[in-house]
Each structure stands twice: as C-alpha cells, then as structure tokens.
C-alpha cells in the first residue's frame, strides 16, 4: 500500500474505533499478528486487548472525540498527532469518576502494515 491508503487507515482506525466505537472495524482492518503496545495491565498486547483497552477508556471517559491534529506518512509508517477530549464518568485505573472535561493529547507511530 502507499502512503495515502495508509493515512486512510489510520483515519479510518480514530474515527471508526475511537470516535464512533466502531469495533468490527478492528477485525476487518488490523492484521492479526497487530501487537498493541499501550495495552493496559492485565490486558493482552492482542487484538482482543486493543478492543478491551478500547472499550474500557468508553466506559470511564464517555462523549470521547479524538481529532487529528498532523499525520505523517513514510514508506510503510505513519505517525499521527492527536488530541482527545472527553468527559471522566468512570471509574478509571482506580480513579473515582470527577465528571470533569479533560483533555489529552499523544502521538502514534505504527507501521502501516500492522493496521
């Protein structure tokens, strides 16, 4: 693939998965040797944990929007910037729910040929 079908994925994986809990989406595009290295403890480092991880920042962290702020492509990498924005309403590793708007921002950097 080239780097614009790329970018199309990692788009495809924070608007789909993220924003719109869209988790068939993970099955249809991600490899299935995907390794998800920000697996929370306890979870596996598989797709099943991606969709646990997923599934439990929703509960804890509802109305979640995550927009992209720049996405790079080399070769068979992406990188993307992000921010997210959400409500904490859930329990969160231990942390009772504050209903307060918070804020966060990361960077990813994957191969493209693992999505």
């Not at 299935?32 to 598989?46: E, I, Q, R, V, Y």
């Not at 969709?51 to 929703?58: I, R």
């Not at 969160?92 to 990361?106: C, L, Q, R, S, Y």
Request: glycine fraction near 10%; include cysteine; charge should be negative.
């Amino acid at each position: 693939m080239g780097v614009e079908e790329n970018k199309a994925l990692g788009t495809r994986v924070l608007e789909e998965v993220w924003n719109q809990s869209k988790m068939d989406t993970i099955d249809e595009i991600f490899d299935s040797g995907f390794t998800f290295n920000f697996a929370l403890l306890g979870m596996p480092s598989d797709i099943d944990g991606y969709k646990m991880t997923v599934t439990y920042f929703e509960k804890a962290f509802q109305d979640m929007h995550i927009t992209i702020d720049e996405m790079i492509g080399e070769g068979d990498k992406i990188a993307v910037r992000w921010a997210g924005r959400s409500v904490h309403k859930g329990e969160f590793m231990g942390i009772a729910p504050t209903n307060k708007e918070i804020t966060t921002t990361g960077i990813c950097i994957e191969p493209a040929s693992m999505i």
